[in-house]
C-alpha cells in the first residue's frame, strides 16, 4: 500500500508532506482499528488516508471525480469513499495532523547542513532514506524526530561530507535537536543502511520508490 501510495501521488504532483502525512493517518488508524481488514478493506483505506491527506497539506488537493474514476478505478463508489473518510477522522478523534519525519527532516536539515555547499542534495537523499523507512515493518514504528536524525546521519556519512574526527560534532547536534541518544541515532543509521542496501532484496516487487531514484539507490549499493 505504501508503495502503491508512491506512485499515485507521484503521478498527481502533490506535494512530499502528503506522502508522509497519508502513511500517518493509515499507520494510526490501523493501529486503532480492531476488526480485521480484507485486501479490498486496505485498497479503499489507501483511498481515503491520501484523499485527506491531500486536502490538508496541498495546495490544490486531489478532486473527489479523480479519486473515484483514477485513483480507485471506480471500484469503490463516491459514498463509500467518503464514509470511509469519516470512519477514519472519527477514528483519529479528527486528530489529521502529527508531525512527520518529513517535517522533523526540514528542521534538523536546515541547521546541521546550512553551512554544506550540498545542502539541497543532502535533504533530497534524506528524504529517500525516510520514505524507505515507511516501507520497513521494522523501522516504520520508530518516532519520526529519531528516523529523521538517522536519516540525516547516514547521508553526511555516505556522501563522505564529514570527517570521522567531525562525526561526533554531527552527532551531538542531531542529539541536541532531537532529544534522542546518540547511540540510538547511530544504531538505527544502521539499519536504514542495511535496509538501503538490501530493499529490492527484501521487499521484492516493491519498486516504484526506488525506480524513481536511480542515482540515490546505486549510492547505496
Known amino acids: 500500500m505504501v508503495d502503491w501510495m508512491v506512485e499515485v501521488l507521484t503521478t498527481f504532483k502533490s506535494r512530499e508532506p502528503t506522502f508522509f502525512l497519508s502513511v500517518s493517518i493509515m499507520d494510526r488508524y490501523l493501529k486503532n482499528k480492531k476488526d480485521p481488514l480484507t485486501n479490498s478493506d486496505l485498497h479503499l483505506v489507501g483511498i481515503a488516508c491520501m484523499y485527506i491527506s491531500s486536502k490538508v497539506e496541498d495546495i ?116 541536541n535537536l532531537s532529544g534522542h541518544d546518540i547511540n540510538e541515532i547511530t544504531d538505527k543509521s544502521n539499519l536504514i543502511c542495511d535496509l538501503a542496501q538490501n530493499f529490492k532484496e527484501i521487499y521484492d516487487g516493491i519498486n516504484n520508490l526506488t525506480s524513481a531514484n536511480i542515482k540515490f539507490t546505486k549510492m547505496f549499493k
Not at 463508489?77 to 508531525?99: G, N
Not at 537523499?125 to 536524525?149: M, T
Open 60 to 175: 490544490y488537493p486531489l478532486r473527489m471525480s479523480s479519486v473515484y474514476e483514477k485513483i480507485g478505478h471506480k471500484k469503490f463508489s463516491i459514498a463509500s469513499i467518503r464514509e470511509k473518510e469519516s470512519e477514519i477522522l472519527k477514528c483519529l478523534d479528527f486528530l489529521v495532523y502529527t508531525p512527520t519525519i518529513h517535517d522533523f527532516l526540514k528542521i534538523y536539515s536546515k541547521i546541521i547542513t546550512q553551512n554544506f555547499p550540498e545542502s539541497d542534495n543532502i535533504f533530497k537523499i534524506s528524504l529517500y532514506l525516510a520514505k524507505l523507512c515507511l516501507h520497513d515493518y521494522q523501522l516504520c514504528g520508530i518516532l519520526p524526530s529519531l528516523l529523521a536524525g538517522s536519516c540525516i546521519h547516514l547521508t553526511l556519512k555516505k556522501l563522505s561530507l564529514q570527517k570521522k574526527e567531525s562525526d561526533n560534532l554531527i552527532l551531538s547536534k542531531i542529539n
